[in-house]
């Protein structure tokens, strides 16, 4: 009796090891990137984004035209930007010690701005808070404090009342 209840035991926990494992793996990409759609066109979500970024006090380092590249190379896809995005401040603290530059990979923080077959505009990113904390010390802290920026600027997009929308 004691040896089917061990059996038993060790065949639900391998099971439940075994489904956590399952979901872990299928809601990775949900939880690790995030995806809010705008309230507007694909130039307006650009435009309204990129005066976002500015009044939050935030670099524009790069921007990929995917779309413009892409057809270079003989291929149509849908309009697709990619921002590289950069708070000096945070990037120096980070840049500035050895054992930290090793998530220098992950610099600079990146959004995209892409419209879909639909015509509906999305601007997605990386989960950085979430994606910070197994780092502990000075990369969490810094890159959590990033990443409450970085939505303070996309949250003021997708609300609809930037006063950016209307500017030209």
């Not at 949900?30 to 979500?45: R, W």
């Not at 990033?146 to 949250?155: F, N, P, Q, R």
């Amino acid at each position: 009796m004691n040896r089917k209840i061990v059996i038993s035991a060790s065949i639900a926990f391998v099971a439940g090891i075994l489904l956590t494992g399952v979901v872990l793996w299928s809601s990775a990409p949900s939880i690790m990137m995030l995806e809010d759609e705008s309230p507007y066109d694909f130039e307006t979500t650009v435009r309204v984004f990129e005066g976002e970024v500015a009044a939050g006090g935030w670099s524009v380092l790069q921007v990929h035209d995917m779309q413009e590249i892409l057809a270079g190379h003989g291929h149509d896809v849908a309009a697709v930007r990619i921002y590289e995005l950069c708070s000096s401040q945070y990037s120096a603290e980070i840049l500035a010690l050895d054992d930290e530059r090793i998530v220098s990979p992950l610099m600079p923080c990146r959004v995209s701005v892409y419209e879909k077959s639909d015509g509906s505009v999305y601007i997605a990113r990386m989960n950085s808070d979430l994606m910070a904390r197994p780092f502990g010390g000075v990369i969490s802290e810094i890159m959590q404090v990033a990443a409450v920026e970085t939505e303070v600027v996309i949250d003021a997009v997708l609300s609809g009342s930037s006063q950016f929308a209307g500017a030209q």
